[in-house]
């Protein structure tokens, strides 16, 4: 099996922090929230499963992280109450 990884070099100026200290993922992860706030579960589910695919292969930076975490608290909110 072979894998195949494009962009090993880090990008510069991009910082790697995924929480509220990073100006880059707190911005994306309060749009996202507010953009997405009103879908029922099931559509942030499948929204959920293509950003954590994003991240995975395409891109790895906060934005993308961001918003996988994002819709993830969403549905906890929905679903737990």
Known sequence: MYFIVRDKDEPQGVRRE?????????????ETREELA??????????RRQAIRRSRYYRKDPQSIAEAAAIRKLMEKEING
Do not use: I, Q, T, V
């Open 18 to 30: 995924y929480s509220d200290a990073n100006p880059d993922y707190r911005k994306a992860y309060h």
């Open 38 to 47: 009103h879908k029922e579960p099931k559509e942030l589910a499948l929204l």
